[in-house]
Each structure stands twice: as structure tokens, then as C-alpha cells.
């Protein structure tokens, strides 16, 4: 298992769904496995990110305080495998001093680690299937086109007549 972090949210142009990347902690060069996911585990994960505290708990919030009143704890989130391009996830639980594995979505999982601070783990086989470098999301977002006219070069527009 490879360890990996929260790199940051972003939402997919074409399909308007947040996206959550996760970068490679070691390794050169640093591989990122983008996951899909809904828009309130986004919302929860970016307030987490931000240190920012919602004035009421929200599921994940209310989810860690029922686990530290159980006394049990998160020990880390692993993100095991892909099936019909849905990622698979488990949380590995300390109860009463023994693991227990909790079938989860990756999200709520990720949201989940952000609220412990536990490690994410990744499997290589899933960075080597769904995953890309840093550098080659650098060169995706250069091929992309201009969103505008102000992003278009002189040269892009001296092609069109007007």
C-alpha cells in the first residue's frame, strides 16, 4: 500500500462533479489517483482542508464523535480496489483493541481521515491503473482549450477572420 494525501478538490468542466486527488506522500515523481465524488462529502473534506468549523456538526463531524464515544478510533483508510469504475474503500476501526474493516466510500472515508488525521493508503495496483504523475496533469490542463477569448494566444486568433 502506498501512502497518500489530500492534494486538493477540484470539479470535473465537463460533468460539473467535484473531484478529490490524492497525491503519492513519497516517491519521485509524485503519482495523484483522482476520485468523483459527491458534492457534501467535497464540502466536507474542503472545510476540513480550510481548518474551517461549521457551526453545527455536520454527517462527518457526527460520525467521529460517535466513534471517540464508542471509544473506539480510526487507525487509517484504505482504498483497495476499483469495480465498474467505483472505487472501494475500508476503514480500519481500533475496537476494544482489535481492527475491525469498515466497508466505506472512498469520500466519506477521506472526510473521515481528514477529521482523525490517519493515514490514506492506496494500492499500487490502482495508482498504476487510474493514476497519472503531477507532470502530466501539468500537461493535460496546458492542451485544454481556452475557456475565453481573453485565453486564446495572438497566433490562435490570427488563424480566424473576422
Known amino acids: 500500500m502506498i501512502q497518500v494525501e489530500v492534494a486538493f478538490i477540484s470539479v470535473d468542466a465537463n460533468i460539473g462533479t467535484p473531484i478529490v486527488f490524492l497525491r503519492e506522500t513519497d516517491g519521485d515523481p509524485r503519482r495523484m489517483l483522482p476520485i468523483?465524488?459527491?458534492?457534501?462529502?467535497?464540502?466536507?473534506?474542503?472545510?476540513?482542508?480550510?481548518?474551517?468549523?461549521?457551526?453545527?456538526?455536520?454527517?462527518?463531524?457526527?460520525l467521529k464523535n460517535i466513534i471517540e464515544t464508542l471509544s473506539a478510533k480510526v487507525e487509517a483508510i484504505h482504498v483497495h480496489s476499483i469495480k465498474e469504475e467505483t472505487f472501494l474503500a475500508e476503514i480500519h476501526l481500533q475496537v476494544n483493541k482489535e481492527i475491525l474493516k469498515v466497508d466505506s466510500r472512498p469520500s466519506d472515508a477521506i472526510a473521515l481521515s481528514l477529521r482523525f488525521d490517519v493515514p490514506i493508503y492506496v494500492t499500487e495496483e490502482l495508482i498504476e491503473q487510474s493514476g497519472f504523475s503531477e507532470e502530466e496533469l501539468k500537461e493535460s490542463e496546458e492542451k485544454q482549450q481556452p475557456n475565453t477569448l481573453a485565453d486564446l494566444d495572438e497566433d490562435t486568433l490570427a488563424e480566424y477572420e473576422v
Open 36 to 62: 468523483w465524488i459527491g458534492q457534501a462529502e467535497a464540502l466536507a473534506i474542503q472545510l476540513k482542508l480550510k481548518d474551517e468549523e461549521p457551526p453545527r456538526p455536520m454527517t462527518h463531524d457526527l
